[in-house]
């Protein structure tokens, strides 16, 4: 199931998801000095002729942040909302602790949730991408199927052997929501769309 912020649309659908990862940003509203940062965090890593940010990882949880001079911090890699919270905590304290002045009150905002789920079936992508409207199918160039979803808005990679990843979300509802929204677009166009038990989320196969 999912690991965070599963209430009730997780309640009501018969779907089970695994948070695969989470991107949060904050904008502090100071400007930071990246060679200051990196000269004072051993294992900041930071080529401004290649990238704009400063890298800092964080091992607990284990997360990536993009530090921006402007001082919009981007956090990746976390499993789930609530700890994309404590790697930001994290990484505004370090920032805190050589000497920047930070706020000490700054909004979290979650840009991104990438989940996975899957569906009891073998999938004929050619067949799903002919009769679903605006399916995206390329198997030349990628093996999974696209498909949109408005509202809300996410994004789904299908795989033929039932395999469902879910990206663009902002919160855990709304990929049951959508989860549940494609599955009632395959059924009408014929396809059989059991959700699949959560221990069988984790096998991989495409």
């Given amino acids: 199931m999912a690991k965070s912020g599963s209430k009730s649309k997780g309640k009501k659908s018969k779907f089970s998801i695994k948070i695969e990862n989470v991107v949060a940003f904050s904008v502090l509203g100071v400007d930071i000095s990246l060679n200051h940062v990196v000269s004072s965090i051993e294992s900041a890593e930071y080529e401004p002729e290649q990238f704009p940010g400063l890298v800092y990882r964080t091992q ?17 890699g976390t499993k789930s909302i609530e700890l994309a ?5 994290k990484v505004v304290a370090k ?10 009150k700054y909004p979290v905002n979650i840009e ?6 899957k569906i009891d079936a073998k999938l004929s992508l050619d067949d799903i991408a002919f009769s679903l409207e605006d399916a995206e199918y390329e198997p030349e160039q ?3 199927l696209v498909y949109r979803i408005k509202e809300p808005r ?5 795989f033929s052997s039932g395999k469902i990843i879910c ?3 902002h919160e ?35």
């Fill in 95 to 104: 920032l805190r602790e050589i000497g920047i002045k930070v706020p000490k």
């Fill in 172 to 206: 855990i509802d709304d990929i049951y929501t959508a989860l549940d929204k494609f599955r009632v677009k395959l059924e009408e166009i014929g396809v059989k769309a059991t959700p699949s038990k959560p221990d069988d989320i984790d096998k991989k196969s495409k």
């Fill in 85 to 89: 919270h404590v790697a930001m905590e």
């Fill in 167 to 169: 990206t663009g979300a």
């Fill in 112 to 117: 991104n949730i990438v989940a996975s789920s």
């Fill in 60 to 76: 607990d949880p284990r997360a990536a942040a993009l530090i921006f001079s402007s001082g919009k911090i981007v956090c990746t």
């Fill in 142 to 144: 990628f093996p999974g």
């Fill in 154 to 158: 996410v994004a789904f990679l299908l």
